[in-house]
């Protein structure tokens, strides 16, 4: 899911990854590190499979993304000029500006920005993106299941979590597949 949010798909559901990657952070099943690790792997690869989809396929990709996130041409012709304008430091902070995120990753292969270039710009905001999202999840569970008391049920629930998010993104993207096959008349 990571992957397909970094590629710039719209509505991942990653929310409930994280917290059901942050109870088990909490019980002590996962490390910390190794999850935002992860984590950061799968988003710098999904922003280069976007980065990638903007090289070879350019301004379509581009209005594609904006009508599927429900923005206009407009929007896609003003992150066009910020990405012209700002570069690196728009790959930067398009990972945290949901209007931007998919577009800086089109724009910045449409670009042929350097690819090492992009890596080095996109590792920086994607750790800080997943550890914040990863150590929110962990804080939330941490401390309801000790309101709670429910420490014992952590495994069930985080599996039931990880398995809705999972379920949702698929879901998701299968309607998003369905929705643009052409209809005959």
Known sequence: MLFLEGAGVPGMPCIPLFLATGMLVARGRLPLAGVVALGTTAIVAGNLAGYLVGRRVGGSALKWLARRAGYGEEQARQAARLFRRYGGLAILA?????????????????????????????????????????????????????????????????????LGAILVAAGWLGWILVRNIPRRP
């Open 94 to 162: 398009g990972r945290w500006f949901l209007p931007l995120r998919a577009s800086t990753l089109v724009l910045a292969g449409q670009a042929r920005f350097p690819v090492p270039l992009f890596v080095l710009f996109s590792l920086p905001s994607a750790v800080a993106w997943v550890l914040a999202w990863q150590y929110g999840g962990f804080l939330l569970a941490r401390g309801t299941f000790r309101w709670a008391g429910l420490a014992g049920d952590l495994e069930l629930l985080a599996g039931l979590l990880g």
